[in-house]
């Protein structure tokens, strides 16, 4: 069956592809605008400079500088290391067939939920502060989309168009 | 194939009210609004002690204070408007408007943006808790060696000096918890679109601090630490007598502390085109000039540091290397002015607060720039070397420059913060009040340099008198007069005439297009940059 698109989502955060008239996909994904070898280059040219001057004062006698410049360089590694490791976080919803599928991408897990499409429900669920948690529920299992990478009225959004495909909004 | 996943409450929108909501918040909204009330408060204490000062300058003799408690004033006075009062406040700024700027939800790492904050708390008390100390006869006081820790004077410190170093710390773990944040913001969560060439001047200007940040915090805290080991571990880092060097303390500082100079004053040089050019409603002038002017002056900032101190003997190239070096920053710093001056150049002005301040800021700014040529001259240095000539200078750059920008900032975004309108007479008041006062407070410290009248000594000669009471005078209206601007704040935060979306006629860049207040998340569609 070939896919053709059927709805771009004004957020470029998300990615929405129908795979056919009734087959339907979103993917939610952070937005990085640095690739991973950039990362790598940002933190090596933080390294050698902040090294460089470092060892110019270990040098001078001063070697108490070093521990706290490698400290530091340290600090900044893990910082873009973590963000290297959830820049391909996702979630998405893929609808196929009799088949509704919610998979979750966090780091190196990844963890999947397949509801029977005509058993599913879509729930919004009012969370303090006025926003709307959307959750999807089948047989006592209940799980949630959007919580990252979504704003609520992208949930709300979505909750309408998954209305139309799976169930009714409660 | 199928797994569990359960749902549960999202934390990030669950977001707790009341006191809790400020501890815990990682909202970069939130975070910069705490660095702002915090830096403002500090701004106040930091006030008070140089009136303190000021008021035993009044007439010669001692009056007021004793030489001892003089010296804590002072010295705590410089620590903590550079570090609590103008670091904090560019902070807030950052953590307010880097995000909406650049598109972006929030900042990277919104965990360690709430520690970074929590950690000034604590350092501010370490800062001023001698005072109180020395009230119940704990201790001799604050640190007393001035702001630069100089030794051997800092080793034979009391108390205070172990909990400025302490205090140190903590501010320099809070910058660079800071810096890294803005690093990783400004590189990876631009806008799609948002090339590096497209970053708001704001952006630019932060980005170098935080490099700067970077580069010499690392410098200070080994020094500090240092000289925290010669106190009380036996060690002879700055010891003569063991074998150790008491300028290498000094190149240490400084290294430091001569990038601190444009870690407080680039913030301000990135949002202030964008102010210009707002009451000017002309296209900044320059852009590219201007970015790299920036890079420009960060880059040579590490590479001067010595004119601090070119008194204390060094050979003859050195001298000369560091004075030419340092006259070079007049280069890329021209540009600049260039570029502020064009932005403006036949623009159709208007004159409300923030523009005021703006202006003002050009030729206060100006003023402490070129003071600064003076004292770069080697042989000019030699005479006006710990004298008020240098008292005048850098607070032509640093309140000119760093507090009179930080205040154009807070009238140009206060609107857009509250999503109220601050009391436009009162803001102007407020700016002619202050650009009168300082100067007033200021320009006699020129003349009394220019006459010899040495910093840091709490009596004189019966010649400086009547510049010194006019300073004095001076001094009292500028800082009675800020109380006008925290009073227009409150004002401000708690209601008046309502904000539009855009606020200002010729406002430009992202954080315009959001509501006045911006909603909790900031961005309702991811912008995209054309």
């Known amino acids: 069956m070939k896919s053709r698109p059927i709805k771009r989502w004004p957020d470029e955060e998300r990615e929405a592809v129908a795979l056919s008239a009734v087959d339907y996909r979103i993917i939610a994904k952070p937005n990085c605008s640095l690739s991973s070898k950039e990362r790598l280059a940002v933190v090596v040219l933080i390294a050698c400079f902040s090294l460089m001057i470092a060892t110019g004062f270990v040098l ?73 948690a959307l959750l999807l529920r089948s047989h006592g299992k209940e799980v949630e989309f959007g919580r990252h990478f979504m704003n609520n009225d992208q949930r709300l959004a979505l909750a309408k168009q998954l209305q139309k495909r799976v169930g009714v909004i409660h | 194939m199928s797994y569990s996943a359960t749902a549960s409450h999202d934390e990030h929108h669950d977001h707790p009210t009341g006191m809790m909501r400020w501890l815990t918040t990682t909202n970069h909204k939130d975070i910069g609004t705490m660095y702002l009330t915090f830096s403002l408060i500090m701004f106040l204490v930091g006030g008070f002690m140089i009136l303190c000062v ?241 890079w420009a002056i960060g880059a040579l900032s590490v590479v001067v540091w010595a004119h601090h101190f070119f008194t204390v003997g060094m050979p003859v190239p050195a001298l000369l290397y560091f004075m030419y070096s340092t006259m070079a920053i007049s280069v890329p710093l021209a540009v600049l002015f260039f570029c502020w001056i064009a932005t403006i150049w036949r623009g159709s002005m208007s004159f409300e607060t923030p523009m005021l301040f703006a202006v003002g800021w050009i030729i206060l700014f100006g003023i402490g720039g070129l003071t600064g040529l003076v004292l770069a001259d080697v042989a000019a240095d030699a005479q006006y070397h710990h004298t008020y000539f240098v008292v005048a200078h850098f607070h032509y750059t640093l309140f000119a420059g760093g507090i009179m920008g930080i205040m154009a900032g807070v009238y140009y975004w206060l609107p857009k913060m509250t999503g109220h309108m601050y009391n436009e007479k009162l803001g102007k008041l407020h700016f002619w009040l202050t650009a009168i006062a300082f100067n007033l407070t200021f320009i006699p410290q020129f003349f009394l340099g220019l006459a010899g009248m040495p910093r840091r000594i709490p009596d004189y000669a019966l010649q400086f008198t009547e510049f010194n009471q006019i300073s004095t005078i001076a001094a009292f209206v500028l800082g009675l007069s800020q109380l006008l601007f925290v009073y227009n704040i409150i004002s401000c935060a708690r209601g008046g005439k309502k904000a539009t979306d855009k606020v200002w006629e010729g406002a430009e860049g992202l954080e315009w297009t959001l509501p006045s207040p911006p909603p909790y998340h900031s961005f309702t569609e991811q912008p995209v940059v054309k």
Not at chain 1, 75 to 82: D, E, L, P, Q
Not at chain 2, 131 to 144: E, S, V
Not at chain 2, 204 to 224: H, K, M, Q, R, S
């Open chain 1, 60 to 132: 001078a006698g001063a070697w108490l500088v070093l521990p706290f410049a490698g400290l530091e360089i340290m600090a900044i590694a893990a910082a873009f290391y973590y963000v290297n490791c959830h820049s391909r976080d996702y979630e998405s919803i893929t609808i196929e067939g009799d088949k509704l599928a919610i998979e979750k991408h966090s780091y190196k897990q990844t963890s999947e939920i397949v509801f029977n499409r005509y058993w599913a429900r879509v729930l919004l669920r009012d969370l303090p502060g006025g926003d709307q």
């Open chain 2, 54 to 294: 000021r008021a035993e300058l009044f007439q010669p003799g001692l009056q007021l204070v004793q030489p001892e408690l003089f010296n804590q004033l002072i010295g705590v006075h410089a620590l903590v408007m550079i570090f609590t009062a103008l670091m904090p406040a560019a902070t807030g700024f950052a953590n307010w408007m880097l995000p909406l700027q650049i598109g972006a939800p929030d900042m990277a790492l919104p965990r360690l943006n709430n520690w970074g904050f929590w950690l000034l708390p604590p350092a501010a008390i370490l800062l001023t808790l001698p005072f109180t100390l020395a009230m119940f006869g704990i201790g001799d006081g604050a640190i007393a060696t001035g702001w630069t820790f100089y030794t051997p004077l800092s080793v034979q410190g009391g108390l205070g000096v172990d909990f400025a170093i302490f205090s140190v710390h903590l501010l320099g773990i809070s910058s660079v918890m800071g810096s890294i944040n803005i690093i990783v913001t400004i590189f990876n969560m631009r806008a799609p679109g948002m090339t590096m060439m497209k970053l708001p001047m704001f952006a630019w200007g932060w980005l170098i601090t935080a490099f700067l940040l970077i580069a010499t915090i690392p410098v200070l805290a080994g020094a500090v630490t240092m000289l925290l080991t010669d106190r009380h571990f036996g060690t002879h880092f700055f010891d003569a007598a063991g074998g150790g060097d008491p300028i290498l303390f000094q190149h240490l500082f400084w290294f430091f502390g001569h990038p601190e100079v444009y870690i407080l004053l680039l913030p301000v040089w990135g949002f202030m085109p964008q102010i210009l050019q707002t009451f000017s409603r002309k296209p900044m002038y320059g852009y590219k000039a201007q970015v790299y002017s920036l």
